[in-house]
């Protein structure tokens, strides 16, 4: 039995800058490794010389059968989008190679997404939580939860994979917020072709334009790469006096410490 492993490496949104140290290391061990678009482009400098395929291609016992023949020679890897949290579909792998899967987390869009905009997702007075949502993975049966459900003030939502076009999204949004909120689409985020728009639930509309973000007007069901990211501490700012606060009521040693 060979000590050859199946890396599961977070690749983060696009950009190989994102890439850790760890998943960096695991990659050079590799020559097999399975490459989701755009990645074989915008990662093309780490992967001179080694085997690609594109995951999607294959039935899964097909992957399988890749699996077992690349780990013959050497350890196999698959570049992970964001990485494994959420909305990743390894998971049937993981659990089939068992001991021979070793994951290695990344940076999730989530995370870039909110270094981007240089924004925290919860903000003490008014974002109390933040919630992580698609609307194609909620169902379409009667008991199932609505994107409504989860849209509720002092709530950041993340919408991942949104195939809601955006008049209709937004409508929804408006109902659950029932006020006017910060609204940021980031399509393509650290990849060529990269856009930003923010605005509100009431402008952004117009802002967005004709520009299909979520490729609702394409034949291709795969989902656009564009997080959705909607909640009052987008644009909300912060001074010193929550700082303050925690000093004085959560950081500062006690007597006794
Ligand atoms: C199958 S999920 C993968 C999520 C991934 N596991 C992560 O941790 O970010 C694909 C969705 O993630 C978001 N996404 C992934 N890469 C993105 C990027 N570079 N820019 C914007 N959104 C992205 C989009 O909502 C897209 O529809």
Not at 207 to 217: A, I, P, Q, S
Request: a negative charge.
């Amino acid at each position: 039995m060979n000590e050859h492993k199946v890396y599961f490496i977070g690749a983060g949104p696009g950009d190989p800058e994102f890439l850790t140290l760890k998943g960096a290391r695991a990659l050079e061990r590799c020559q097999l490794v399975f490459v989701p678009t755009p990645y074989e482009q915008t990662f093309a400098d780490l992967l001179g010389g080694k085997t690609l395929l594109v995951p999607f291609d294959y039935y899964f016992e097909e992957l399988l059968e890749h699996i077992r023949a690349g780990l013959e020679t050497a350890s196999v890897a698959f570049l992970v989008p964001g990485d494994l949290t959420f909305y990743s579909p390894f998971q049937g792998l993981i659990d089939t190679l068992g001991a021979a899967a070793e994951v290695i987390p990344g940076v999730g869009t989530a995370n870039a997404a909110s270094a981007r905009l240089k924004k925290t997702l919860d903000l003490p007075g008014v974002c109390k939580s933040a919630v992580i949502v698609s609307p194609r993975t909620l169902g379409d049966r009667p008991e199932d939860p609505k994107l409504i459900d989860f849209a509720r003030p002092g709530t950041s939502l993340l919408i991942y994979m949104n195939n809601i076009p955006l008049p209709n999204l937004v409508e929804e949004l408006r109902r659950g917020y029932q006020s006017d909120v910060p609204i940021a689409i980031i399509h393509r985020l650290c990849l060529p072709g990269e856009e930003i728009v923010l605005g509100t639930l009431d402008d952004i509309v117009a802002k967005v334009g004709e520009r299909d973000f979520f490729n609702l007007r394409a034949k291709t069901k795969r989902p656009a790469l564009t997080l959705v990211l909607v909640g009052e501490s987008l644009a909300a700012e912060e001074d010193g006096t929550w700082w303050n606060y925690r000093r004085d009521n959560i950081w500062r040693y006690r007597d006794g410490d």
